[in-house]
Each structure stands twice: as structure tokens, then as C-alpha cells.
């Protein structure tokens, strides 16, 4: 029977990269069915017979949703997955969208990128990490179907996974899955235990690893589940039939992600992101508090968007002073403000008409500072580090009074405090005028980005 369904899938034409990657960039949070059915007509005789009119899918019957996973997996991926029918079905739009937010966490917070950009002064790279090394991922809990593996070697071509399970029945089906796709050399399925660290880098082989992922089982008990499903008026496994033990933990997902958090206390900078999925929008809440507590402030949060109603979100979080991009970090939408981590982001108008002369003028005045600076006149963008707040007026007194200069030799920018960007374009808002965006790079401080921000802003103005 499986030969038989892996031929049928086999006859799915795979869209060429650069088609599925632009397809999905422009429908994050829309997957249109329409648009499936179209090239797979024939899928209406494997369980699609319930699409109706206005494009919609029955979603109750689990039997169509594998179908088009599985389908979508192979036109988009190239990826050919078969699941058991009492394992989870993973929704195809979602999981790309937590691999793709992932990999901008990694693209936004690379030392070897920014080092690049100082250079070249081209910004971020497609591939994150800019050297030669391979990019390490751990998927705790990767299921039966090994999806973030999977979809992440395809788009990634130095991603390696390591995907832990403590269900034998998920686990066997993960390596089917990683063979039957020839991933075998890049990633490892491995079976743990329920007393094992989520995190386990020692049984793993490893001293270091770029990220983790989770799914974590979103509910404390059997009763909860079902009393969702109520409230949602619809039964409770309704994508399909997942097993008590992918669904159902001990706490909750506050619990199981609290344990990763209190991992991560132990582990730090030995994973540069720590990330999970959160199915519930008050553990959000909770998981942020907790980081508060534990003294983190490098952390992002963002939504996943499918349909009409479905919603996830995700949090990450890094022991590292390199900071992502606030598209990234706060991703979020109506939730309050105090959740969200403090914005890595400052601009502001100047009545300038030359974009020219104003990268001029920004240039000249922070290469009189004692501080590290690269100016690309190209792209009128500027990136510079500091070890300390050399800017303020008594800072800058202190430098001229003992003599000191500007540091002309290379430095090693993990050694410095504070980092920032400097771009100048026209505004986003009304085109008639220029702006200035500066973006916080590095550092724990946001009280010396704030500092910097109003120094600059201040200096600028009076330009006019």
C-alpha cells in the first residue's frame, strides 16, 4: 500500500525553487487552495471532494488534510512524506513559516554578516552564518513526520538537524521519512527518554548548536483538549488523529517550554537561539514573564497566521548581545506593549532634500568619534561599534583632553559593548522628505542605544 501511494506521489510535478519560495513569501498567511487544485485536479478523487465554491477545505476530514500536506510537501519541496494515521499532520504553511522565522533570528544576528557588511557594506546574506560551517538545528520532539528537518535541509543547504523523540512509533517513522528523502547525512533522528534533557548536546555529540525548535503537546490533560474543542465547536482532532503523547504533557506547554527556558540557563551561549512554537495566546504571557525573571532581554516573539482563525505563536530567545531587526523581534500583533521586547529600532525625518549630503555629513561627524566605523557611500548605510559611550559631551571632552583618537586598526567587534547601524533613505511615510533609521546591533544596554539615538537626532537637527 505504501508503494503504491509513494508512486502516486511521485507524479507531482516539484515547482522550481525559486517558484515555491516566491509563492510563499507572498501568501505567509494565506494558503490558497484554489490555487493546489488547480494543478491537482486529480486530487478531487483522493478526499477533495469537499472543496467548495469559495475554496474552502473540509478540515474535519483527516484523511483530505494528509492529502494535501503530503501534496504540498512534494510540489513545494520536492519532499515525499507518509504518515501513520494516529500521528499528528503537520500544516504545511506553518511549519515553513517558524523554519523561515528562524532562519531570519540566525540571518539578523550573525557576527560573520555583520562583519561582511562592514566590508562590502551588503546586508544580510540569503544563507545565515556567513562562513563555511555548517548550521546546526535540534527539533525537540521532530514527530512522524521530521517536517522542520525536512523543509529546512531543502531551503538551506548548510542546515543540519538533529531531531529527538521519546515515541518509538514517531521516531521509526522520521527516519523512513529522512531515507526515503536521501537526508540521511544530514540529519540524525534520535530516540530519548522522558527523564533526558530536552536539549540533550552531550548525548547529541555536540558542543554547540545554532537553534532549537519546538512543538511542544500544547495541553495539560485529556480534559482540556476536549474542553477546546468544544469552545471551538468542532471535534478535537480535527486536522487528524495525533497520539495522547504529542498532544498531552504534564503542565501544559507553559511547562514544557519553562523547561527549555531553565535548560537554556545552564546551557547559554552554547545554542545561540532558543526558540519554541506556543499554541496559546495567555502562555505567552507567562513564558515572557519568566524570561524577565531569569535576567534575559535578547528575545523576539512573533504570530503565525493561517486561514481565517488559526493562529500560533512563537518565542525565541539568546544569551547572545547580538540583536535581530524589529521586524523579527516583535512580530506580534495586539498584545501589550510590555510583552514585546524593547524596540531595536530608532528613526526619524530630517529636512534634508540631498540623501547624498546627509550621508555626508552622518559620515563625518561619527568618524570624528573614538569608535569603530565603516561608511558605504553606495548604499548610504553605516555600521559602527563602540566599547563604551564615547559620544556624550564629558566622554568627549575626556578624549580631547588626554589626546586620544579614533582607533584606525581592525578590532575584533565580540570584544565591544555597543553596535549600530545607520541607514538613510527617503521616508517611508511621506516621500517628499528623508529619514533616518538606527538600528541597535549589539550590546545588553538599552540605555546607551537610547543615549546614542538622542545624541545623533540632536546633532542633526541642527543641520536645518
Known amino acids: 500500500m505504501e508503494s503504491i501511494f509513494l508512486n502516486w506521489l511521485k507524479k507531482i510535478p516539484i515547482l522550481p525553487k525559486c517558484q515555491y519560495n516566491l509563492f510563499f513569501q507572498k501568501n505567509m498567511n494565506k494558503l490558497h487552495f484554489k490555487y493546489t487544485y488547480k494543478y491537482y485536479s486529480f486530487l478531487t478523487r483522493k478526499g477533495f471532494k469537499s472543496l467548495k465554491s469559495n475554496g474552502q477545505l473540509d478540515f474535519s476530514d483527516p484523511n483530505a488534510v494528509l492529502q494535501l500536506s503530503q501534496s504540498l510537501l512534494r510540489r513545494d519541496f520536492g519532499v515525499s512524506l507518509v504518515l501513520p494515521f494516529d500521528r499528528l499532520c503537520p500544516p504545511v504553511p506553518n511549519r515553513l513559516n517558524y523554519i523561515l522565522w528562524v532562519q531570519s533570528l540566525l540571518e539578523t544576528t550573525d557576527v560573520s554578516s555583520l562583519l561582511h557588511q562592514m566590508r562590502t557594506g551588503a546586508h544580510h546574506k540569503s544563507d545565515s552564518c556567513s562562513d563555511d560551517s555548517p548550521i546546526i538545528g535540534i527539533d525537540i520532539g521532530t514527530g512522524a513526520s521530521c517536517i522542520y528537518p525536512l523543509i529546512g535541509c531543502v531551503l538551506r543547504s548548510r542546515w543540519q538537524f538533529f531531531g529527538t523523540d521519546i515515541d518509538n512509533k514517531s521516531i521509526q517513522h522520521a527516519q523512513r521519512n529522512v531515507e526515503r528523502n536521501k537526508l540521511g547525512d544530514r540529519i540524525n533522528v534520535v530516540k530519548v527518554d522522558n527523564q533526558d534533557p530536552l536539549i540533550p548536546l552531550q548525548a547529541l555529540g555536540q558542543e554547540k548548536a545554532n537553534f532549537t525548535m519546538c512543538n511542544p503537546p500544547f495541553y495539560e490533560s485529556k480534559e482540556e483538549m476536549l474542553r477546546s474543542a468544544q469552545v471551538k465547536k468542532r471535534p478535537p482532532f480535527t486536522a487528524c488523529t495525533g497520539a495522547e503523547i504529542e498532544m498531552i504533557t504534564a503542565g501544559g506547554e507553559v511547562a514544557f517550554v519553562s523547561r527549555i527556558i531553565d535548560e537554556s540557563l545552564i546551557l547559554k551561549n552554547r545554542i545561540q537561539w532558543y526558540s519554541s512554537m506556543i499554541g496559546k495566546l495567555s502562555s505567552l504571557s507567562i513564558l515572557r514573564e519568566k524570561l524577565k525573571r531569569a535576567g534575559i532581554d535578547n528575545f523576539a516573539l512573533t504570530e503565525f497566521v493561517q486561514g481565517n482563525k488559526t493562529k500560533r505563536w512563537a518565542i525565541a530567545w539568546s544569551f547572545n548581545d547580538i540583536r535581530p531587526t524589529v521586524e523579527v523581534a516583535r512580530g506580534v500583533n495586539n498584545v501589550p506593549k510590555s510583552l514585546l521586547p524593547f524596540p531595536s529600532q530608532y528613526r526619524f525625518r530630517i529636512d534634508i532634500t540631498s540623501l547624498v549630503e546627509i550621508g555626508q555629513r552622518v559620515n563625518a561627524f561619527i568618524s570624528q568619534l573614538p569608535l569603530e566605523w565603516m561608511w558605504h557611500a553606495q548604499s548610504l548605510t553605516g555600521l559602527?561599534?563602540?566599547?563604551?559611550?564615547?559620544?556624550?559631551?564629558?566622554?568627549?571632552?575626556?578624549?580631547?583632553?588626554?589626546?586620544?583618537?579614533?582607533?584606525?586598526?581592525?578590532?575584533d567587534i565580540r570584544n565591544m559593548s555597543f553596535g549600530f547601524e545607520i541607514l538613510i533613505q527617503k521616508s517611508s511615510v511621506d516621500t517628499n522628505f528623508n529619514q533616518v533609521t538606527i538600528r541597535w546591533t549589539k550590546g545588553y544596554d538599552a540605555v546607551i542605544f537610547e543615549s546614542f539615538c538622542g545624541m545623533l537626532k540632536s546633532v542633526m537637527d541642527k543641520w536645518t
Not at 391 to 408: C, E, F, I, L, P
Open 384 to 411: 559602527g561599534f563602540s566599547e563604551k559611550d564615547v559620544w556624550s559631551r564629558a566622554a568627549r571632552r575626556k578624549y580631547v583632553t588626554q589626546g586620544q583618537q579614533r582607533k584606525d586598526h581592525c578590532v
